[in-house]
């Protein structure tokens, strides 16, 4: 998306993309177990798919071997604070820092700090959080439409219905990567979005104009 552009689902906080593209987002909360996070790419990449991960900094100081081969896949990476605190309910101060620290390490390691940054603890990120982004460099804070409530652990089968009875074009999904149910779950998943003629693409692909 251009800089300053403005569209229905932009407007300081992107709930979804655009509704006549036969396309989704699936994004991921980057953290817990690194063999679970691989089976998912492994799944992505089987499928032609590609994905978004909003990465948690300290999973990345502790997994720094994980934001190059997400990058390899050809899928994104993004920010998701430092400690994955309530941000909503942290001073401006704290919550910027929380903010920066992770972008750090992502430029650290991959040279940008990355497309998106998502608040962590809430699907919203309140005025507060969304001007302490825009100082740091995101342009918009980065929700969704569609949860797949796996971080709840209800199973495959439930995580793949979830998300295809609610997926639409333009849908962006929230899912998580320290989950064994949701890597076991991602096939079904893809097939599912496929059969109904829907993509599995990156954000900014969404996005792009």
Do not use: K
């Not at 932009?10 to 989704?24: A, K």
């Not at 492994?42 to 994905?51: L, V």
């Not at 929380?98 to 940054?117: D, H, K, M, P, V």
């Amino acid at each position: 998306m251009t800089p300053g552009a403005r569209a229905p689902y932009f407007s300081g906080e992107i709930v979804h993309g655009p509704r006549g593209r036969r396309q989704v987002a699936l994004t991921f909360h980057g953290a817990g177990d690194p063999a679970v996070a691989r089976r998912v790419l492994a799944a992505t990449a089987a499928a032609g798919a590609q994905i978004t991960v909003l990465a948690v900094g300290t999973w990345l100081d502790a997994q720094p071997e994980m934001a190059r081969l997400i990058l390899a896949g050809g899928h994104e990476l993004g920010n998701h604070t430092q400690n994955h605190p309530d941000i909503n309910a942290m001073t401006p101060l704290a919550a910027r820092a929380e903010i920066a620290q992770c972008a750090e390490r992502l430029r650290n390691l991959t040279g940008t700090i990355g497309s998106w940054f998502r608040p962590s603890r809430t699907p919203h990120a309140n005025a507060m959080v969304r001007a302490q982004a825009t100082e740091v460099g995101y342009h918009a804070c980065l929700s969704y439409d569609v949860d797949s409530l796996d971080f709840s652990d209800p199973g495959p089968e439930a995580v793949v219905r979830n998300v295809l009875r609610s997926a639409h074009g333009g849908s962006i999904v929230s899912m998580h990567f320290g989950h064994s149910g949701t890597a076991t779950a991602m096939p079904s998943l893809l097939e599912g979005l496929r059969r109904r003629g829907l993509r599995a693409v990156t954000v900014s692909t969404l996005l792009r104009p």
